[in-house]
Every structure is written in C-alpha cells, then in structure tokens.
C-alpha cells in the first residue's frame, strides 16, 4: 500500500484522509455523552478485535452503523461538542521488554501497562490492560495528578495488587519498567448498547531514542468491543473483506526496531506502516 498525499484544509494545515473520514463519520451520527458511554458500554471486560480499514471503507461502514432509521444508531462520543479526540500514550516495559515478548508468544498470563493522556481535556490515566481466563481483554485505571510522574508509588502498587488479584500471588509482577514505546493518534468513539466501536487515525509511533514511523494516512485502526459475540460491525467489516487482524498498537516496536522478532505481526505491521519494516515470508521471521 502506499499511502497517499494528505490534504490540505483551509487554512493551510495538513490533514490525513482518515482523519477526514474519521470526522466525517463522527459528525453525521447522533451524540453521546461520556458518562452514557459509561453507562451502556463502559466494557472494562470485554472482547476486542482490530481491523485495517481503507478510509473509504470505514466511512460507507460507519455511515451504516450510524444511520438515524436503524432501530438503535451507534453515536459518536461528544465531549464539549468535540467528536474526535487526539490521545497521547507511553507504554512501560522491562529492559528486556518481557511485555512485548509476552503478547508476541501469545503468553496466557500477560499485560500492557501505560499512561495515556487526553489531549483535549487534559485528563491522564494510569492503565494496565491484561488477558483474562478466558481470554478477553480485562481494563483497569486510575487517575493521575495533571502532573507527576505515571510510576508514582501508588500507581506501582496499584500494579501490584491488580496483577496479583487477576493471576494469583505467585505472579511476578514487572517492577524495573521504563517507557518503551510512545503513540499518538486521533480517535472517534461509535457506541450502542454493549457495544463500542473506537477508530484510530493518523497514528504516529516512536520509541525511547525517538525514533519514528507513521500509519499510511489513508488507513482506520477499527477496533470492535463486546461482551464476547460478533457484532454487527464486525459483520459488516467481513462483508467488505475484512477479516480481525493480528495487531496490537505495542507490536509497533517491531516496526522501529526490525531486530525485534515480529512473527504473526508481520503483515498487519507492513500494512500499517508501508514505508517502515518490509514484510517478510513466514520462512524469513
């Protein structure tokens, strides 16, 4: 794929076409507050899956999902009367990058852990995000001073407690974490009942010496979340030939770092980043 020209808005700023689809999509459908999201799909236990999405693609999907003469319309996240959002995010890991490698063996037991912050309201997070038994994806957070650091001693034991509740007191939980991999992008929340759908657009991710890639700006990172079964966008998605794809956001430090061992990443990275690790045969990993 190779990613096409951004455009250019009125006042002279350039702007990806999936962001433009992104907004686009976010406009047309009905609002919904934050705390209604919370309340009919807050999903902190759910399933996830991710697709690759051509920007076209995403906004005939969207356009589906949002229609006003559907039973139940998805509606778009408004906050302060903004429909997209720009997130800021530092992932942690060991100098071994023992999470990395955890999700990349497809290991039971494992976890990402990092701050985000809400560009648009200033707001900051503590997050870790682990595999559950069953194998959905299990949230938890809390809230950070605007300023301070995100490993402060109550987010470290705040680590510790939730990973020792979810694994059992045996687990060895990563103590010597320093930022990994830093992410930004823009993102439009479509919920129903139970159901959230995020879209993610103009990703940009660097590592700690600050090295760069770049999403192909005409490309949506859609993200389905349930309580387990297929939702119709997912449906929706295989209808347009769009099958969930191996990818997580932290799999692109294989795609700054090619010495890092990639295996079922490989094509979602080459498809995500055109321009940054080159896609190999399974017999080349």
Not at 18 to 29: F, G, N, Q, T
Not at 140 to 164: K, M, P, V
Not at 223 to 228: D, L, V
Not at 241 to 263: M, V
């Amino acid at each position: 794929m190779t990613a096409p020209t951004t455009a250019v808005s009125t006042n002279g700023a350039r702007v990806a076409p999936a962001v433009r689809a992104l907004a686009r999509a976010a406009l047309a459908a009905g609002p919904i507050s934050l705390d209604a999201v919370m309340a009919r799909a807050e999903l902190l236990d759910r399933y996830d899956r991710c697709y690759l999405v051509p920007a076209a693609t995403f906004q005939h999907i969207a356009a589906r999902l949002t229609d006003p003469h559907r039973a139940e319309p998805f509606r778009a996240l408004s906050i302060g009367g903004r429909r997209w959002f720009h997130y800021h995010s530092v992932y942690y890991d060991t100098p071994g990058l023992r999470a990395y490698h955890d999700h990349r063996q497809g290991r039971r037991q494992r976890c990402k852990i990092r701050e985000r912050l809400y560009e648009d309201t200033g707001e900051r997070q503590f997050e870790i995000k682990a595999k559950g038994g069953r194998g959905q994806t299990l949230k938890f957070r809390r809230r950070l001073a605007e300023r301070g650091h995100a490993l402060e001693d109550a987010s470290r034991t705040f680590l510790s407690r939730t990973l020792h509740d979810i694994y059992g007191p045996d687990y060895d939980v990563p103590r010597d974490l320093t930022p990994s991999l830093v992410t930004d992008y823009t993102r439009a929340t479509f919920v129903a009942d139970g159901q959230r759908i995020t879209a993610d657009a103009d990703m940009v991710c660097r590592d700690a010496a600050g090295t760069e890639v770049r999403a192909a700006h005409d490309l949506i990172l859609v993200e389905t979340k349930s309580y387990g079964h297929l939702t119709e966008a997912d449906l929706l998605l295989h209808e347009h030939g769009h099958r969930a794809a191996e990818f997580t956001k932290y799999a692109s430090l294989a795609a700054l770092d090619p010495s890092l061992p990639a295996n079922r990443w490989l094509r979602s990275l080459g498809e995500t980043f055109p321009t940054g690790r080159p896609v190999l045969a399974p017999w080349q990993a």
